[in-house]
């Protein structure tokens, strides 16, 4: 299971961390993302971070603002969310994959099979 938390209301400019918690899987296994939803809009992807930790991948529009991060040994994932805006708001969920193409496919919601219940990220104008 993965329990995502840190979501709420916060004002335009400012900052939230979510966490993904993972219990009865260890993350170290797994490539680890988050998506959004907003409503009436597709879930669309946010950041990833590989197993390995080598690598990162960002959405466009999250680029320079959003830090995805894991700690292993905590079995956890994190998404740091800075300058937030308006059209940050959704649903967010982390997920988990086992690709072995993690590189190209990382954007797909078909290459995560393990998904957090969401936490409502609301920016204020």
């Known amino acids: 299971q993965l329990q995502a938390s840190g979501g709420g209301l916060v004002q335009a400019g400012g900052s939230l961390r979510l966490s993904c918690a993972a219990s009865?899987?260890?993350?170290?296994?797994?490539?680890m993302a988050w998506f959004r939803q907003a409503p009436g809009k597709e879930r669309e992807f946010v950041a990833g971070i590989a197993r390995s930790m080598s690598m990162t991948y960002y959405a466009d529009n999250v680029k320079a603002r959003f830090t995805i991060s894991r700690d292993n040994a905590k079995n956890a994932a994190y998404l740091q969310m800075n300058s937030l805006t308006p059209d940050d708001t959704a649903v967010y969920y982390c997920?988990?994959?086992?690709?072995?193409?993690?590189?190209?496919?990382?954007?797909?919601?078909?290459?995560?099979?393990?998904w957090g219940q969401g936490t409502q990220v609301t920016v204020s104008s």
């Open positions: 009865g899987l260890t993350v170290r296994g797994y490539h």
């Open positions: 997920a988990a994959s086992r690709t072995a193409s993690y590189s190209g496919y990382h954007g797909s919601t078909d290459a995560y099979v393990l």
